[in-house]
């Protein structure tokens, strides 16, 4: 998916990677991150940011939940980490990482709740239930502090992904705010809603998610009620910035930009350069074609080719259902050859590993750091 940009905007990064695999440093099933193109990816996030008033929460479960990654973004200004489930939080909390938001998109369990209030003291909660409403409440109260959270609304048509459907009915919006209200250990500090934009036949578009998002704001704040935080996730980036501060939204919380791998990015024309690729190597060949060996890749990835000793080749894996052991090569390889590819992924539901790559730019690349896909270091 993003291998025509990787060669185009940072073959640099290829080329570290060949040179690490060919000493022995890096191992196959890695994810391979060029921190310094990282570090500008972030950059350029956060000017433009500025540019529109917006705050960004840093999401990191698209790159393995690394530590060493997000506290580059919380150096460059952001405002802490969005972690997309407890254990994300936890994760990096215990690595001295500031979490701002928790709850979105998987609620924190009843048992978590002591240990998130008390401890990791997240900005705020997204919530999308009166019951976990009234349990946070209920911790906060015992823990002497009033908690900030965040509401989610939804509307007929819109976008909600399998396994992902919550959120208040925004017809419900009136008994909603008057039952929070009520509960006297949480604030309502705002509203989110996700995705709120969509990449279609090339375009990035705004999604009826989005839309809803902005009509409970207005009808919230027809009724006197001051909202500091509206969180409108999903391709966070250079190009959506602008439209989030045109609509009066206050937060971002940019992922795959920050490795320049949004779906915007395929042909190398965003401002956010590709970061990271995939490395492997040739396994072994049967009936005439070769295998490489995998652990990283993502069904909804759009895989479709790779780089092998300098020649473009088609990758397979024919049946999504099945464990990733291998990918299919369309052609015969030597064994032990390494395998480049960039495709899009989500580290954090894979095994694979992640390399942190400096000195690419120089023609030095150096390993700083190896972790596994949940931000563990090797």
Known sequence: MFLNALTKQNPELINAALELHQQGVILPDTYVVDVEQFTQNAKRIKSEADKNSIKLYG????????????????????????????????????????????GHLVQPPTAILKELIEEIK????????????????????NAGR??????????????????????????????????????????????????CFLHNNGETTLTPNFHTLI????????????????????????????????????HGEPGHALTGTTPANQNGTTSEKVAMLYLSE???????????????????????NAIVN?????????????IDYHLRLHGLFPVGAPVIM?????????????????????GKPKLIGLYDSLGREI
């Open 342 to 362: 960039a495709f899009r992924t989500q580290v954090f539901v894979t095994r694979s590993d992640v390399a942190l790559v400096e000195g690419i730019s120089d």
């Open 282 to 304: 040739v396994s072994h060949d049967f009936n005439g074609q070769s295998y490489c060996y995998a652990g990283g890749y993502y069904h909804r990835g759009h895989l479709s």
């Open 59 to 102: 999401m990191t479960k698209q790159f393995g939940r690394n530590p060493y990654l997000a506290r580059i973004l919380i150096n460059l200004g952001y405002e802490g980490i969005v972690a997309v489930d407890y254990k994300e939080a936890r994760t990096l909390h215990s690595a001295g990482i500031k979490i701002s938001h928790v």
């Open 146 to 195: 009033v908690q900030k959270i965040l509401l989610k609304f939804f509307d007929e048509g819109d976008h909600l992904y399998i396994n992902q459907e919550s959120g208040f009915p925004i017809d419900t919006l009136d008994e909603v705010l008057e039952e929070v209200s009520n509960m006297q250990g949480v604030k309502i500090e705002g509203l989110t809603h996700f995705p």
């Open 122 to 141: 997240p900005d705020v909660i997204t919530v999308y239930t009166l019951a976990k409403a009234q349990a946070i409440s209920n911790m906060a109260l």
């Open 310 to 322: 300098d020649e473009w080749v088609e990758v397979s894996n024919d049946d999504d259902s099945n």
């Open 215 to 250: 009509k409970a704001k207005n009808n919230i704040e027809e009724m006197g009620i001051q909202l500091n935080q509206i969180n409108s996730p999903s391709s966070t980036s250079c190009e959506t910035l602008p439209t989030l501060g045109r609509f009066g939204c206050t």
